[in-house]
């Protein structure tokens, strides 16, 4: 217990900002950690210093609205399908006034595709 607490505040106290954090359960006994920062060379330059082993980068696309319509997530699935990019796994959120944020994870190879057919 307390291993995002100890990861989360040590990331706070060296200045590093997230834009999105997500825990997922691999297997009965360990949780990945996966970490959006605002500016990932200053994540790997400060986890270097403070000897925090990271895995990646992996490829994953942010995309922000501020329009959380129904069928939002629609319009962004079907621009990936028009560039023929498969996304291989999401999470969403919504603060409920209308804003949204949903994480996108796609192929290494789907990257540069994917950012533009979405604008990014």
Do not use: M, W
């Amino acid at each position: 217990p307390g291993e995002a607490y100890r990861l989360l505040s040590r990331l706070a106290d060296l200045g590093v900002n997230l834009l999105a954090f997500t825990a997922v359960p691999v297997g009965p006994e360990h949780t990945q950690l996966t970490l959006f920062p605002e500016d990932p060379a200053q994540l790997t330059d400060e986890a270097e210093k403070a000897r925090i082993e990271l895995d990646g980068p992996h490829a994953a696309i942010l995309v922000q609205g501020d329009d959380d319509e129904l069928g939002a997530l629609a319009d962004i699935h079907e621009k990936l399908y028009d560039a023929e990019v498969n996304v291989y796994a999401s999470s969403g959120v919504t603060d409920g006034r209308g804003a949204f944020g949903y994480v996108v994870y796609v192929r290494s190879e789907d990257y540069e595709t994917a950012a533009e057919a979405l604008g990014c």
